[in-house]
């Protein structure tokens, strides 16, 4: 009989690989991702199965299913090397993968013919399975794919990383996955609100576990900087210096660390090793701008400030931060980097232009977006010493529901605004309505209704007042 699209699907489904992981490209860029993956395999031999599966699905992504053949062929010969005794277990997402990729082919055949692998290998190793197996590794595989995939992934990661030490739970390589997924899930947390959960034990039981893994170690390093204790860490970024002098994902998080410590030119000295190493690489492009943007905020902070060197850490921070946008154009965080850092040259037309840009695109995430509007609102009142422009937009950051660090800024520095406009005896109707409106968004509806008093009576017929007045007087 032949096999058809339709009598596919459903065992395709049922399959455990990056296809059937959800993972979405919306939030990678995929070329960007591909150098990573690339570079890892460089560094690190014994990720080479997982990694060339991960990669076989970006080039599927990037519409290169030869190309994406070609990985699972070299993850297939890394199983024979490394798993001589295991191929069947160790080739579920591999083959899996092979049978989704023949399947966007439209080779039927062969697509059954790696359903049927997978089938009976799950029927070797456990008499219920079908083609869905809970294997440890194939939730660790999981974890670090969902890793690479970006922040909406990283609670996933966990949980899989989590599942996969419930049968192991002293596994190195599983534990270094979870201390990374936490740890970066508090990295977020910090940043975009999320409920923070303490990653410092986790990073330190992956650390002891795991000696030869320096880049977990500089993470435990930076952490332990974050808690204040950065003297603890260093010895384990001086250690890590000593046993990977040239391994680029260690020296990123020492380049950082040193960085945050105040140590900027050590900082540039270890990325530029990095970068020779992996010239390609985004982080790598963005750290080193920001560090050159930390330069030029120190120098200009100067009673002299030789202009040719201003002008060349400009230039240096701009080319840098620019490339990692170009390289991964979903970086919006950069986007704020780099127009801060135009108004930092007073290159005021160009940071205009940058915001403007990320401000149009209709891809931007709410948290991501909440942030450009604050940074845009510090730079129409301290720069363009626009007050009422920055008003605008630190009320747009405090639109967005999310609750976190902020969001908090944009509602303290507009409230300072206006408060100071008020008192000041400059305000009008129009400035006590905005901050019944920013009390209003804050929840706190008695201050708002106060202020839209106050409003209405030097402004009587203005309805958008009279209207807010009545609905909150309405919800109390």
Known sequence: STISKDSLKPSLLQLECHFTWTLLKEYVSLEALEETILDHIKFFEEYSIIDYNTLSYVYHLKNSNEEAL??????????????????????????????????????????QTYVSKVENSCKKLSSTAHGKIQLPEIYAEQGWASLRFGRNYFERAKNC?????????????????????MYRLEGVAKVYGDERRPSLEALKRAAELNPKDTATAAMLALELQRLGRGHEGERYIEEGLQKTPDYPLFLRHAANFYRKKGQVNKAVEILQKALALTPNSVVLHHQLGLCYKFKLFQLKKRSYTPQEEIENLLQLAIFHIKTAIDKKPVFFSAYNDLANTYALGER???????????????????????????????????????????????????????????????????????????????????????????YNLNGKKQEAI???????????????????????????
């Open 450 to 476: 106060e202020c839209y008093e106050k409003a209405i009576a030097l402004d009587p017929s203005n309805e958008e007042y009279l209207n807010a007045l009545a609905e909150l007087q309405l919800s109390i």
């Open 348 to 438: 005021y037309e160009e940071a205009e232009e940058v915001f403007q840009e990320v401000l149009h695109r209709n891809d931007v995430p709410c948290e991501d977006r909440q942030q450009i509007y604050f940074n845009y609102g510090k730079f129409q009142q301290f720069n363009m010493k626009s007050d009422s422009k920055a008003i605008k937009y630190y009320i747009e950051g405090l639109k967005i529901e999310k609750d976190c660090y902020i969001r908090e800024k944009c509602s303290e520095t507009v409230k300072a605004l206006l408060k100071q406009k008020i008192e000041s005896g400059l305000g009008d109707a129009a400035d006590i309505g905005t901050l019944g409106l920013v």
């Open 70 to 111: 070609r990985c699972l062929r070299k993850a297939e010969e890394a199983i024979k090397k490394k798993h001589p005794g295991e191929i069947d277990r160790r080739s579920i997402v591999t083959w899996g993968n092979y049978a989704w990729i023949y399947y966007h082919m439209q080779r039927y055949e062969e697509a």
């Open 161 to 181: 990383f989590e599942n996969a030490l419930e049968s192991e739970p002293d596994n190195p390589d599983f534990y270094s996955g979870y201390a990374i997924a």
